[in-house]
């Protein structure tokens, strides 16, 4: 990735930046929320920090804003499940409680 690229791209679309993460706040970050950073996003987080709305503040180690973003793929997975018949095949059979819930 080229990082000095993307950074262009995202401040012409409106994004700040701070100095990027330590290997210190990386790892704090990832034990805080319980995460391993894919490789690309880790090299932008050293690069430099994302700050503005929408973006998560990695250096807020309790931020309930942040936990509730990390929660958000789950439960919709989960309510789509329950209320939208969502079912994979490679998941096997839909237990029965699971097809009431449609």
Do not use: K
């Amino acid at each position: 990735m080229n990082l000095a690229i993307a950074r262009t791209t995202l401040e012409r679309a409106g994004v700040a930046f701070a100095p990027g993460l330590t290997a210190d706040e990386l790892e704090r970050a990832e034990e805080s929320y319980a995460l391993v950073f894919p490789p690309d996003l880790r090299e932008l987080l050293v690069f430099a920090l994302p700050v503005s709305p929408g973006w998560p503040d990695w250096r807020r180690l309790d931020d309930a804003q942040i936990r509730a973003q990390l929660r958000a793929p789950y439960e919709g997975i989960c309510f789509d499940i329950e209320h939208n018949a969502f079912w994979l095949d490679a998941w096997g059979a839909r237990p029965f409680w699971s097809a009431l819930a449609s």
